[in-house]
Nanobody, 120 residues
Framework: EVLVVESGGGLVQAGGSLRLSCAAS????????IGWFRQAPGKEREAVSC????????YYADSVKGRFTISTNNAKNTVYLQMNSLKPEDTAVYYC?????????????WGLGTQVTVSS
């Protein structure tokens, strides 16, 4: 069974940093594309950053380019999202998903999410 579990969310002041973790089980992270998505209250779920299978390529939403970095740790079978220079508009529930349709919030196996709150 393909499972992903997010952790690392929390409350941080604007300008601060957080690192989210996506621990995978039932598969290895280089077998599937892995993506980070977020959903703010009243808004649709959107892609934040994705890394393709076999780590071929990465994608970042324009709103996070230069601030967020996606990376993997094969030994821990975990994908990370390092978030720097956080802004209040980054506040959302962040989800990790494996095997979605490209870097879109469609299909795949999803975690339950982790809350990120950025105060101004």
């Amino acid at each position: 069974e393909v499972l992903v579990v997010e952790s690392g969310g929390g409350l941080v002041q604007a300008g601060g940093s957080l690192r989210l973790s996506c621990a995978a089980s039932g598969f290895t992270v280089d077998d599937y594309g892995i993506g980070w998505f977020r959903q703010a209250p009243g808004k649709e779920r959107e892609a934040v950053s994705c890394i393709s299978n076999n780590f071929g390529s990465t994608y970042y939403a324009d709103s996070v380019k230069g601030r967020f970095t996606i990376s993997t740790n094969n030994a821990k079978n975990t994908v990370y999202l390092q978030m720097n220079s956080l802004k209040p508009e980054d506040t959302a529930v962040y989800y990790c998903a494996a095997g979605t349709l490209g870097c879109s919030p469609k299909g795949g196996s999803w975690g339950l999410g982790t809350q990120v709150t950025v105060s101004s």
